[in-house]
């Protein structure tokens, strides 16, 4: 098997709140997209952090009537605490003010500056207070941009007009750069208006929480300048040469807000340090609330310990990975979260598990049965475990979790109808062995299932392999052992009863 190398990023959170559903959704997801990638023997690195410069912070912190350096100190720490607790397995975690980071950023500016694509003008244009950035006429009139005000001043660009046609070239060229397949045309649509470019500079007397400008300290560096070379800085751009070109390029998780920054501002960025552009640039959609945005500001947040608390990391992680069809929004609501949980975990998965280990109990001593000659209906499950695997790695390659689980269930389910049709509870009465076949079949599928559920469900995926006595086991079909015993265990996922309204 070719060794493959996959470094995953997700955005860095702005430490203006505690963390919520939106971003444990693309931290989760670059996790699940690790863990696999590690499992299929690829060479892995999985970077996330915090954007701790600009407006918002400084605002924040302000509120809470804190310098910002010690609001981020005091903030950050919910984040990777929340991380740890979902089982976050990040290979860095970068913040923003780390002079690690801080230093590259300085070294870029005056790199990109000594090579004219820097320049100083004044410019007169409407400036968006809450985006914290100039906008266009056209922009403006979208009525999407809020506290627009008109703001004259002298200040630095980024010569981004000039790569627009190297741009589009790229992004035509290559099909796979901008995923999915809409948000790459959105990104054409956008390059079809002429660049402008791009005011990397804000003055100290208007915003002191930033990057010092090397080249006139009047002036600190705008917040997505700097936080968009965290993606680089991380992995030792300018430090550690070696283990740059080891893990650049890179695949950017990011939310669909957030697109134009990443696949506008930091692909010409890029252009100008003369470096590869991203692998992929992958933007999934938003979790809404019932059909409103989750926004601090509506109140509607979830947050993401509460619902541990009530069901399990494991459970949300399932629930989020499986409910967030690739690339378009999704709903939470905790009636969905219960639905999902009971229909697969508890009744498709957790039954049967139930159901086998039960018959294996009553009817054979409790020890895993011998695995026989496969009939036909074996052979047809063995074939569906078979082609699981490859049809796994291959949608895991294309981001698309929630396939996989979706395809994962689906072999679940088929052993449920397999067991059904088999009835080993009958056949134990006529042909013992036979009856021992067919549960050798399904636990063997509850095994295979528990390895590919195992990015998505670690804990619990562990805890299956740890009954089957296979802990270590891999994706090849036929890895249970006959012979060993199965130990007692608890419900896995317990079923959630909901009140009934009377
Ligand atoms: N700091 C910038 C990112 C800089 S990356 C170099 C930022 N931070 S953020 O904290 O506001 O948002 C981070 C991510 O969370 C974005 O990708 C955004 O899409 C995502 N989400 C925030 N709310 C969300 C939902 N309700 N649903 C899904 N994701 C959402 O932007």
């Given at each position: 098997?070719?060794?493959?190398?996959?470094?995953?990023?997700?955005?860095?959170?702005?430490?203006?709140?505690?963390?919520?559903?939106?971003?444990a959704?693309?931290?989760?997801?670059?996790?699940?997209?690790?863990?696999?990638?590690?499992?299929?023997?690829?060479?892995t690195?999985?970077?996330?952090?915090?954007?701790?410069?600009?407006?918002?912070?400084?605002?924040a912190?302000e509120?809470?009537?804190?310098?910002?350096?010690?609001?981020?100190?005091?903030?950050?720490?919910?984040?990777?605490?929340?991380?740890?607790?979902?089982?976050?397995?990040?290979?860095?975690?970068?913040?923003?003010?780390?002079?690690?980071?801080?230093?590259?950023?300085?070294?870029?500016?005056?790199?990109?500056y000594?090579?004219?694509?820097?320049?100083?003008?004044?410019?007169?244009?409407?400036?968006?207070?809450?985006?914290?950035?100039?906008?266009?006429?056209?922009?403006?009139e979208?009525?999407?941009?809020?506290?627009?005000?008109?703001?004259?001043?002298?200040?630095?660009?980024?010569?981004m007009s000039q790569?627009?046609?190297?741009?589009?070239?790229?992004?035509?060229?290559?099909?796979?750069f901008?995923?999915?397949?809409?948000?790459?045309?959105?990104?054409?649509?956008?390059?079809?208006?002429?660049?402008?470019?791009?005011?990397?500079?804000?003055?100290?007397?208007r915003?002191?929480?930033?990057?010092?400008?090397p080249?006139?300290?009047?002036?600190?560096?705008?917040?997505?300048?700097?936080?968009?070379?965290?993606?680089?800085?991380?992995?030792g751009?300018?430090?550690?040469?070696?283990?740059?070109?080891r893990?650049?390029?890179?695949?950017?998780?990011i939310?669909?807000?957030?697109?134009?920054?990443?696949?506008?501002?930091?692909?010409?960025?890029?252009?100008?340090?003369?470096?590869?552009?991203?692998?992929?640039?992958?933007?999934h959609?938003?979790?809404?609330?019932?059909?409103?945005?989750?926004?601090?500001?509506?109140?509607?947040?979830?947050?993401?310990l509460?619902?541990?608390?009530?069901?399990?990391?494991?459970?949300?992680r399932?629930?989020?990975?499986?409910?967030?069809?690739?690339?378009?929004?999704?709903?939470?609501?905790?009636?969905?979260?219960?639905?999902?949980?009971?229909?697969?975990l508890?009744?498709?998965?957790?039954?049967?598990?139930?159901?086998?280990?039960?018959?294996?109990?009553?009817n054979?001593?409790?020890?895993?049965?011998?695995?026989?000659?496969?009939?036909?209906?074996?052979?047809?499950?063995?074939?569906?475990?078979?082609?699981?695997v490859?049809?796994?790695?291959?949608?895991?390659?294309?981001?698309?979790?929630?396939?996989?689980?979706?395809?994962?269930?689906?072999?679940?389910?088929?052993v449920?109808?397999y067991?059904?049709?088999?009835?080993?509870?009958?056949?134990?009465k006529?042909?013992?062995?036979?009856a021992?076949?067919?549960?050798?079949?399904?636990?063997?599928?509850?095994?295979?299932?528990?390895?590919l559920?195992?990015?998505?469900?670690?804990?619990?995926?562990?805890?299956?392999?740890?009954?089957?006595?296979?802990?270590?086991?891999?994706?090849?079909?036929?890895e249970?052992?006959?012979?060993?015993?199965?130990?007692?265990?608890?419900?896995?996922?317990?079923?959630?009863?909901?009140?009934?309204?009377?």
């Amino acid at each position: 098997m070719t060794k493959n190398k996959f470094y995953v990023t997700t955005p860095i959170y702005y430490v203006n709140d505690a963390p919520h559903i939106g971003h444990a959704y693309t931290t989760i997801l670059a996790d699940v997209l690790s863990r696999f990638h590690r499992a299929l023997g690829d060479d892995t690195f999985f970077l996330t952090g915090l954007d701790e410069h600009g407006q918002k912070v400084q605002q924040a912190a302000e509120k809470r009537g804190l310098q910002p350096q010690a609001h981020c100190d005091e903030l950050a720490p919910r984040f990777m605490d929340l991380w740890k607790k979902l089982g976050i397995s990040n290979d860095d975690f970068i913040r923003t003010t780390e002079a690690r980071h801080q230093g590259v950023v300085q070294a870029i500016l005056q790199k990109v500056y000594d090579s004219g694509a820097i320049y100083q003008k004044e410019y007169e244009g409407l400036y968006s207070v809450a985006e914290e950035r100039f906008i266009t006429e056209k922009e403006a009139e979208s009525g999407q941009f809020r506290e627009v005000k008109t703001i004259k001043e002298k200040n630095y660009f980024f010569k981004m007009s000039q790569y627009q046609e190297r741009l589009i070239k790229y992004i035509d060229d290559n099909p796979g750069f901008i995923r999915p397949e809409h948000r790459k045309n959105e990104m054409l649509g956008f390059l079809r208006q002429p660049l402008t470019d791009l005011c990397i500079s804000r003055p100290k007397s208007r915003l002191s929480w930033g990057i010092e400008i090397p080249f006139d300290r009047d002036y600190v560096t705008y917040v997505w300048f700097d936080a968009l070379i965290n993606y680089i800085s991380a992995i030792g751009y300018g430090s550690d040469e070696a283990k740059f070109r080891r893990w650049w390029p890179g695949v950017h998780l990011i939310g669909k807000d957030i697109l134009t920054t990443h696949s506008i501002y930091w692909t010409t960025m890029l252009f100008a340090l003369g470096l590869p552009l991203p692998e992929a640039i992958f933007a999934h959609g938003w979790w809404l609330m019932g059909d409103s945005k989750m926004s601090k500001s509506l109140g509607n947040v979830v947050r993401p310990l509460d619902l541990i608390e009530q069901h399990g990391v494991d459970a949300v992680r399932y629930y989020l990975m499986s409910e967030m069809i690739l690339g378009a929004d999704a709903n939470f609501t905790p009636e969905n979260f219960i639905k999902r949980y009971n229909s697969d975990l508890a009744n498709d998965f957790g039954n049967l598990l139930n159901r086998v280990s039960g018959l294996i109990g009553k009817n054979h001593g409790g020890i895993i049965p011998a695995a026989l000659e496969p009939t036909p209906a074996e052979e047809e499950v063995a074939r569906s475990g078979r082609v699981l695997v490859p049809r796994v790695e291959a949608l895991v390659r294309e981001y698309k979790v929630d396939e996989v689980l979706n395809e994962v269930m689906n072999l679940i389910r088929q052993v449920n109808k397999y067991m059904e049709a088999q009835a080993p509870w009958k056949l134990a009465k006529t042909d013992l062995p036979a009856a021992g076949r067919v549960l050798y079949t399904a636990t063997e599928a509850l095994r295979l299932a528990a390895v590919l559920l195992k990015p998505v469900m670690p804990e619990k995926a562990a805890t299956v392999l740890a009954i089957l006595g296979v802990p270590d086991s891999g994706l090849a079909w036929g890895e249970l052992k006959s012979g060993l015993a199965l130990p007692a265990f608890p419900p896995l996922f317990p079923r959630i009863e909901v009140e009934k309204k009377v």
